[in-house]
C-alpha cells in the first residue's frame, strides 16, 4: 500500500527554520523525481522544489537559497530545509512521488 505522510510544519518567526520530512511507504523516491508542492490560501498549488533520481535538484525562484531538498535512500524518505523564512511562505507543503502520489500536507506559518 502506497503512504506518504509528511511531519515538521508549525508556526515560525520570519528569519526562521524548519525541516520538512516526508516518510514513503510501497514506493521509492530514488526510482523517480520526487518534490515538495505548496498551496497557499487563493493561490494555486506550486512546485516549490524537486530531486531527480541521480540527486540533481530545481528550485522555484522564490525559495533558491533558502530551501534545500534531500533524499535519504536508506530511509526512504525526503527533506525540505526551510531558511530564512517569509510570511509568504505560509502554506500547506505536500510532497510528492513522481506527481503521481501525494501525501496529507502539513502546515507551515510563518507569523509574529
Known amino acids: 500500500q502506497v503512504q506518504l505522510v509528511e511531519s515538521g510544519g508549525g508556526l515560525v518567526q520570519p528569519g526562521g527554520s524548519l525541516r520538512l520530512s516526508c516518510a514513503a511507504s510501497?514506493?521509492?523516491?530514488?526510482?523517480?523525481?520526487a518534490g515538495w508542492y505548496r498551496q497557499a490560501p487563493g493561490k494555486q498549488r506550486e512546485l516549490v522544489a524537486s530531486i531527480i533520481r541521480s540527486g540533481n535538484t530545481n528550485y522555484a525562484d522564490s525559495v533558491k537559497g533558502r530551501f534545500a531538498i534531500s533524499r535519504d535512500d536508506i530511509k526512504n524518505r525526503l527533506y525540505l530545509q526551510m531558511n530564512n523564512l517569509k510570511p509568504e511562505d505560509t502554506a500547506i507543503y505536500y510532497c510528492?512521488?513522481?506527481?503521481?502520489?501525494w501525501g496529507q500536507g502539513t502546515q507551515v506559518t510563518v507569523s509574529l
Open positions: 510501497g514506493i521509492w523516491f530514488s526510482f523517480t523525481t
Open positions: 510528492s512521488w513522481g506527481g503521481n502520489y
